[in-house]
Every structure is written in C-alpha cells, then in structure tokens.
C-alpha cells in the first residue's frame, strides 16, 4: 500500500512547490520593477527582510499584522470548501467588532471573562448571519454570492457608520465618532507575553480546527462534495443549502472574531478605524493558500511581514506606500496563473506500477488513481462554473 | 555544523537581532544632540493635495534644517499599525521626536507609545492633549483655520450672484462644522441674506461622492463652493469644470483651478515642526499643548487668484490684519444655530483659544441641512 501514500506526499510537494515558486517568480518579477525605479534590488530584498522578519521585533511586527488576516482568509476559504466565492469578509468583521463593542459595554457589570466570551459570541453571530445572508440568497434565490457578498460589505460599512454615529455614538467621542469604550477590564492581553494580541491565538486556534473539521470529519467531507458537485451532493442525499450556510455562518464567524479582537484589543471601542482592509487582504491570503485553512497560517504570517517590510521601504528608500501593493499583486496574479500548472509536471505524480507489484496493489493505485481523477474533475467542474457565473 | 542550528539556536538569534535593533534607537535618545531623526506618519498619500500634502510640505522643509533627518510613511491606518509604525521608527531608525498626523492616531495608539517609549517626543495633530491624563512626552498640535475659512467666506460673499454658497464635508464633528459656520459668517459679513447648503459624504476620503456632491450643488444654484475632506481634489477639479468659484482647504489647490480659484484656507505647519525640532534638539521642554491661528503663523490664505474683485481682498485684507492683532472675534452672540435657538448670547464673544468652540456641535442661521 505504498503507492496511495507516495501519491498523497507527490500532491502535497505539488501543493507546496508551486504556489512557492509563484512566490519566488512574483519576488523576481518585483526585483525587476525596484531595479527599473533605480533601486538597488538586493538592498530591497534585504531591507524587506530586515522590516519582515530580521529580529523579534520585527517578526512581533508581522505578526500583529497577520492577525486579522488569518481570520478575514477563512470568511474565504470555509465557504470556499462548499463551493462559494465570498469575498465579504470587511462587511463581517466591522459588524462584528460592532456587536462586540455593544456587547462589552452593555454587559460591562459581569467578570471580565464572561463580557470577553459574549463579545466574541456575539461578533461570531452578527459576522455569521451577515455571511449567511449572502449563502442564504444564493440558495434560495439565486443571487450570485460574490456580488452580493461585496455589496453586503458596502450596506455593513454604511450600517456601521451610521449607528455609531448615530445611536450608538458616545457623546464624549467628539472629533471621531465611536461607541461607548467597553473598558480597561474587559480589553484582551497580550498573546503570552509577545506584543502581539490575542486575535492571532484566535486565528491559529480557528485554523486548526477548521482544517481537522475539513480534512478529517463527515462534515468536511460533505461540505467539500457539495463544493464539488452540488447536483451529485443533492442526489446523495445531502443537505446542500444547510451546508452551504454553515460554511458561511463559520467563515462569517471568523471575520466577526476579528473584528472582536480589533475591539478588545486595540481600540476599546467600535470606531471607523475598524474599516482597515483586513477583509480584502484576507481574500489575497486565501487565494494564495489555495483555500487550505492551515496554509492560511504562513500566508498570512508572509503577507504581515510584505506590509511590515513596506514601512522599511517608505523610511529607509523613500518608495512609495504603493511599492509592495505591487508585490502583492504580482503574487496574486502569479498564484492564480500557477493554478493551471497542476498536474503538469511528472515529478509530483505517482510512478507508474513496476511488474514485480501483485495485482492487488496494482488495483489500489488505480484506485487511488481514479480518486484522483475524480478530485480532478470535481476541481474542474467547479472551475468552469465559476467561470460560468 | 549546520545541522546544530536547532530552534533554540534560532531564538537566541532572533533574540540578539532584536537587541540590536534597538541600540541605534537607545544611543540618540540623549539630550541636546546636534543630529536627530524625525518620523512623520500620514495617514493618506503624501501628494493628496490636501490634509497629507500639507503635512508633507513641513515635513520637507523640515528635512532642510541641519542635523535633521525626517523619515516618512504614508498611508499608515489608524489601527495597531501606527503604534508597530512609530516602534519601528523609533527601534529601526532611531527616531526621538514622532508627529503624528492623522486623528486616529491620538487614543489609544500614540498614547500608549507615549507610554511605552517615554524619551520619545510625540507631536498629534488634531488631538485634545490634557494635563494630567496623557503622557507627559505626547503632546497636540492644532491651527485655528476657520479663520481663513472666515476669509474664504468673506471673499466668496463678495463674488457670489445666486447669494448661494456650498460647503462639501466628510464628516459632522466639531472641527467641521466650525469651519462651515466660520466660511457661513465670513459671506454674512459681506450679505446677511447667504446662505450655504451643507452636503455631508459620511468619510474622509470619497471621491466619487465629493464629485457628485459638487455637481449637485452647482444644480441646485450654488456659484461658490469651498470644503472639508482630506483631499479637496476633486472638488476643486469639478467646481472648475462646471465653471463656478472654489475656494481651496488644507493645501494651495490653485494649480487645479487656475480659473475659478478665489483664495484658500492653508495649513502652514512648519512653523509647529520646526518649534518641535528646535525644542528637541536644544532639550527644551516639550510644549505639550500648542494651538495657533494666523497670528502664530500655523496657517495662512492662498495668493487671491485673478477673479476676486478688489474691494474683497481690500475688506479680507483688512480683516486679517485684525485676526493677525488678536482684535477681530468671528463667533459672537448673539448668534441663532439654523433651528433659530441662541447659541451664543448677545454680549458674549468667544475668544479663538475658547475650548467652548472645540466642541461645536450647531449650524449657525444660514446654513441649510442637519447635523
């Protein structure tokens, strides 16, 4: 039973070595376009590791920023599993933040404990039911979810704006509106004496289990079936719309556990400073992790340290903000162009069955073989139907 | 060898770069240095003709002064990258006086790396630094610009045929509305019948609404527009192509309307950076609470551009040279907000320095729309 093994390590090389070539390619493609702005491209390349990742207070840097992301990237990835393009993680994340402020506030009286699990209960619900709503509208109304994620960022955004300069607003907050702190007891710590915050241990605690529950549970699997072909997941037997808004509710969830930890962690209050990015950049970090929610990890880690080197290059340089927006784009493009590389090269695939083998095991690499073309063609089929839409 | 160089190796590694990181930072920390390194943080890009670009243009002259090296990151949110920005500035550059110009950047980031690097110096622009509750080395800055935007208002009340006047602002919080009621009583001044239509976009930085805001105004009768977003770009752009008067704010804006272009509300922060820096450099105390208006030279008017009328500029003339000796009052009672109540009763006249007016929360008669 070698071969399925040998199989599984050749795609997981596969997994790995191409999106890091993609990597290197991007890098090198942005060495080229620093040397056409007149810099020196390996004083680039070593400043950005120095701003990166060259001492722990720079790595304290990358991960902070990471943070967020690493949350923002699942609201992509766990829909993406049943077959869902979502890309309204912002929307998720500020009307989480928002839950949570009011949640810290209006529970200010309890242990400080018990406001911090309601505020991260409630920012995973009002982030939940926000993604919902978009799975919610393409199963029951046909709504296309991509559009209609994008455009709940936009409603969740004047939503927030207008409650907390509204209603919500603390009259003390006078030159920039914001909800009523939720106070000094209830603010997380630091994330075991780093200065880092507590929304990268959510992150890492988030990931890892969404990818057990993916990879490793009946749930996971029956989340992927229907990413892969809803008709045949139907024709199983499977709840597909309920599936498909549980994705949502988890990856909407995990966007509103952002905003929370935005909240309790750095601003002590629902303010526009929420409406960072953090939901868009995380669609970036999904797509190069290739909506592997444990992959997410090092992504977000790599994509923290691009924005922490950026600042290197702004002071040290005097390169625009814009510089490593390129970079992030070239790697976008490259990892997404590098999807069609799959497959392509023989190293990666299992050798073919050698004579001395016995029939059985020859049956099981065919086996494994056929799951493999299946894997494919369910990756295809889902391939051509966004394309499709 | 190579395979010895275990986790631990790799800590201890990381560890000692991190030491080293912060040794350039601890050695310029000592007083009266001749050299020194300024961080300026922006929140937008630095070219934005407006808010960024005025900082930015201090920043620059700031460079010049000798001893003094000024790095600069643009675009930096108003979240747990600003305080990681000004760390790095201080323990990657070694950078010992901060201005930090965005208003997001008061509470809680400049605060708590006022706390956490306490011989650092931090300069806000915008914020309400109070004795007692903040840090000792952070400190506001802030320039009393609705007097020029009283100007703005004289000039554009004398040019104005539709009596109609319109203000385009991001958000209603006090430091607006204060320029609107200034620009509001400036046309007054000229003819107590103007009034200004107030469109509010709900951000900072919205192009595509400020466009369309200006567009309606210009519909809707409006001839002279001036507003309060970070970027006034656009609405400079469209007031010109739809042939009506603007008046500039934060930066000279008049490249973009050589035509329409009447004068400008200006920052002229160099005057506070090089105070700053003088201070620094000498170890002279930090002034933690600095606040001036045309007097103290923290901001000025744009050069009048060519369709503004002589008897203006002699009436604006005069009366800046009144706000320049500390006798000319703009917010006096008695004054009625639009809904006709007494903001300010009659015999009381409220000096610039008033904190009173930092915490404007009306819209003076005149002014159409609800805050």
């Given at each position: 039973?070698?071969?399925?093994?040998?199989?599984?390590?050749g795609?997981?090389?596969?997994?790995?070595?191409?999106?890091?070539?993609?990597?290197?390619?991007?890098?090198?493609?942005?060495g080229?376009?620093?040397?056409?702005?007149?810099?020196?491209?390996?004083?680039?390349?070593?400043?950005?590791?120095?701003?990166?990742?060259?001492?722990?207070?720079?790595?304290?840097?990358?991960?902070?920023r990471?943070?967020?992301?690493?949350?923002?990237?699942?609201?992509?990835?766990?829909?993406a599993?049943a077959?869902l393009?979502i890309?309204?993680a912002?929307?998720?994340?500020?009307?989480?933040?928002?839950?949570?402020?009011?949640?810290g506030?209006?529970?200010?009286?309890?242990?400080?404990?018990?406001?911090?699990?309601?505020?991260?209960?409630?920012?995973?619900?009002?982030?939940?039911?926000?993604?919902?709503?978009?799975?919610?509208?393409?199963?029951?109304?046909?709504?296309?979810?991509?559009?209609?994620?994008?455009?709940?960022?936009?409603?969740?955004?004047?939503?927030?704006?207008h409650?907390?300069?509204?209603v919500?607003?603390?009259?003390?907050?006078?030159?920039?509106?914001?909800?009523?702190?939720?106070?000094?007891a209830?603010?997380?710590?630091?994330?075991?004496?780093?200065?880092?915050h507590?929304?990268?241990?959510?992150?890492?605690?988030?990931?890892?289990?969404?990818?057990?529950?993916?990879?490793?549970?009946?749930?996971?699997?029956?989340l992927?079936?229907?990413?892969?072909?809803?008709?045949?997941?139907?024709?199983?037997?499977?709840?597909?719309?309920?599936?498909?808004?549980?994705?949502?509710?988890?990856?909407?969830?995990?966007?509103?556990?952002?905003?929370?930890?935005?909240?309790?962690?750095?601003?002590?209050?629902?303010?526009?400073?929420l409406?960072a990015?953090?939901?868009?950049?995380?669609?970036?970090?999904?797509?190069?992790?290739?909506?592997?929610?444990?992959a997410?990890?090092?992504v977000?880690?790599?994509?923290?340290?691009?924005?922490?080197?950026?600042?290197?290059?702004?002071?040290r340089?005097?390169?625009?903000d814009?510089?490593?927006?390129?970079?992030?784009?070239?790697?976008?493009?490259?990892?997404?162009?590098?999807?069609?590389?799959?497959?392509?090269?023989?190293?990666?695939?299992?050798?073919?069955?050698?004579?001395?083998?016995?029939?059985?095991?020859?049956?099981?690499?065919?086996?494994?073989?056929?799951?493999?073309?299946?894997?494919?063609?369910?990756?295809?089929?889902?391939?051509?139907?966004?394309?499709?839409? | 060898?190579?395979?010895?160089?275990?986790r631990?190796?790799?800590?201890?590694?990381?560890?000692?770069a991190?030491?080293?990181?912060?040794?350039?930072?601890?050695?310029?920390?000592?007083?009266a240095?001749?050299?020194?390194?300024?961080?300026?943080?922006?929140?937008?890009?630095?070219?934005?003709?407006?808010?960024?670009?005025?900082?930015?243009?201090?920043?620059?002259?700031?460079?010049?002064?000798?001893?003094?090296?000024?790095?600069?990151?643009?675009?930096?949110?108003?979240?747990?990258?600003v305080?990681?920005?000004?760390?790095?500035?201080?323990?990657?550059?070694?950078?010992?006086?901060?201005?930090?110009t965005?208003?997001?950047?008061?509470?809680?980031h400049?605060?708590?790396?006022?706390?956490?690097?306490?011989?650092?110096?931090?300069?806000?622009?915008?914020?309400?630094?109070?004795?007692?509750?903040h840090?000792?080395?952070?400190?506001?800055?802030?320039?009393?610009?609705?007097?020029?935007?009283y100007?703005?208002?004289?000039?554009?009340?004398?040019?104005?045929?539709s009596?109609?006047?319109?203000?385009?602002?991001?958000?209603?919080?006090?430091?607006?509305?204060?320029?609107?009621?200034?620009?509001?009583?400036?046309?007054?001044?000229?003819?107590?019948?103007?009034?200004?239509?107030?469109?509010?976009?709900?951000?900072?930085?919205l192009?595509?609404?400020?466009?369309?805001?200006?567009?309606?105004l210009?519909?809707?009768?409006v001839?002279v527009?001036?507003?309060?977003?970070?970027?006034?770009?656009?609405?400079?752009?469209?007031?010109?192509?739809?042939?009506?008067?603007v008046?500039?704010?934060?930066?000279?804006?008049?490249?973009?309307?050589?035509?329409?272009?009447?004068?400008?509300?200006?920052?002229?922060?160099l005057?506070?950076?090089?105070?700053?820096?003088?201070?620094?450099?000498?170890?002279?105390?930090?002034?933690?609470?600095?606040?001036?208006?045309?007097?103290?030279?923290?901001?000025?008017?744009?050069?009048?551009?060519?369709?503004?009328?002589?008897?203006?500029?002699?009436?604006?003339?005069?009366?800046?040279?009144?706000?320049?000796?500390?006798?000319?009052?703009?917010?006096?009672?008695?004054?009625?907000?639009?809904?006709?109540?007494?903001?300010?009763?009659?015999?009381?006249?409220?000096?610039?320095?008033?904190?009173?007016?930092?915490?404007?929360?009306?819209?003076?008669?005149?002014?159409?729309?609800?805050?």
């Amino acid at each position: 039973m070698a071969f399925p093994d040998a199989g599984r390590l050749g795609r997981a090389m596969e997994a790995l070595a191409i999106p890091l070539g993609a990597l290197l390619g991007s890098m090198v493609l942005f060495g080229l376009f620093v040397a056409m702005l007149g810099k020196n491209p390996l004083e680039v390349y070593g400043l950005m590791f120095q701003g990166a990742f060259g001492s722990s207070f720079a790595w304290q840097n990358s991960l902070v920023r990471a943070a967020p992301l690493i949350l923002t990237a699942l609201c992509v990835a766990l829909p993406a599993q049943a077959g869902l393009m979502i890309i309204g993680a912002e929307g998720a994340l500020v009307l989480g933040g928002l839950a949570a402020a009011v949640a810290g506030h209006a529970l200010g009286g309890l242990p400080p404990f018990m406001v911090k699990l309601a505020m991260a209960g409630f920012a995973i619900l009002a982030g939940g039911v926000w993604i919902s709503l978009a799975g919610g509208l393409r199963q029951y109304r046909g709504v296309n979810e991509t559009i209609s994620s994008l455009l709940l960022t936009y409603i969740a955004i004047a939503l927030f704006n207008h409650l907390v300069e509204g209603v919500l607003r603390d009259p003390g907050s006078l030159n920039k509106p914001a909800t009523y702190p939720i106070g000094e007891a209830n603010m997380l710590g630091s994330f075991f004496g780093f200065d880092v915050h507590w929304g990268l241990g959510f992150g890492i605690v988030f990931c890892v289990a969404m990818y057990v529950m993916v990879k490793h549970t009946t749930l996971g699997f029956s989340l992927r079936i229907v990413g892969g072909n809803a008709r045949a997941a139907r024709l199983a037997g499977l709840p597909v719309s309920k599936l498909v808004l549980a994705a949502c509710f988890l990856g909407g969830g995990a966007a509103g556990l952002a905003g929370m930890a935005e909240v309790a962690a750095v601003h002590g209050a629902a303010n526009a400073s929420l409406i960072a990015g953090y939901g868009y950049t995380g669609i970036l970090a999904a797509f190069i992790a290739r909506q592997n929610p444990l992959a997410i990890l090092p992504v977000a880690v790599l994509l923290g340290g691009i924005s922490a080197s950026g600042g290197m290059l702004q002071r040290r340089l005097d390169m625009p903000d814009a510089t490593v927006l390129v970079l992030q784009g070239m790697a976008f493009m490259l990892v997404l162009a590098a999807e069609t590389l799959y497959g392509r090269f023989r190293i990666f695939e299992p050798k073919p069955v050698e004579e001395k083998y016995d029939r059985e095991v020859t049956v099981g690499t065919v086996v494994a073989m056929e799951k493999d073309a299946m894997h494919n063609l369910a990756l295809t089929t889902v391939a051509s139907s966004r394309q499709s839409r | 060898m190579s395979s010895n160089f275990n986790r631990r190796d790799l800590l201890k590694a990381l560890a000692a770069a991190g030491l080293a990181g912060t040794v350039p930072g601890l050695g310029s920390r000592a007083f009266a240095a001749d050299k020194m390194i300024v961080g300026v943080i922006y929140v937008g890009p630095r070219d934005d003709y407006g808010y960024n670009q005025a900082q930015a243009q201090a920043a620059a002259a700031t460079k010049k002064m000798p001893g003094i090296t000024v790095i600069e990151q643009e675009k930096v949110p108003e979240t747990v990258e600003v305080q990681k920005t000004m760390a790095s500035m201080i323990e990657q550059d070694g950078a010992s006086l901060i201005f930090a110009t965005s208003f997001g950047y008061f509470d809680p980031h400049m605060i708590k790396m006022a706390e956490k690097y306490p011989k650092v110096r931090f300069a806000h622009c915008g914020g309400m630094w109070t004795e007692g509750k903040h840090p000792s080395n952070a400190g506001s800055y802030f320039g009393y610009i609705d007097e020029c935007q009283y100007l703005n208002g004289v000039i554009a009340g004398h040019v104005t045929k539709s009596k109609k006047l319109g203000f385009i602002a991001a958000k209603p919080i006090p430091q607006v509305l204060r320029n609107l009621n200034a620009y509001t009583l400036g046309a007054q001044s000229v003819d107590p019948k103007i009034t200004t239509q107030l469109i509010v976009t709900g951000d900072w930085s919205l192009p595509v609404k400020e466009a369309e805001a200006a567009n309606s105004l210009v519909d809707q009768g409006v001839d002279v527009i001036t507003c309060h977003v970070d970027s006034p770009k656009v609405v400079v752009e469209t007031c010109e192509r739809r042939g009506i008067y603007v008046c500039g704010y934060h930066a000279n804006q008049s490249a973009l309307a050589p035509k329409g272009y009447l004068t400008g509300a200006e920052w002229n922060w160099l005057t506070v950076y090089s105070m700053h820096v003088k201070d620094a450099m000498s170890g002279a105390p930090f002034k933690n609470f600095v606040r001036g208006g045309l007097q103290e030279g923290f901001v000025k008017m744009s050069p009048y551009g060519k369709s503004v009328p002589d008897a203006a500029k002699k009436k604006a003339d005069a009366i800046k040279a009144q706000v320049i000796k500390g006798e000319y009052v703009i917010f006096k009672g008695p004054l009625k907000d639009n809904t006709g109540k007494t903001v300010i009763p009659a015999g009381t006249s409220l000096k610039q320095t008033d904190p009173v007016l930092e915490q404007m929360n009306y819209l003076v008669e005149g002014v159409s729309g609800k805050v």
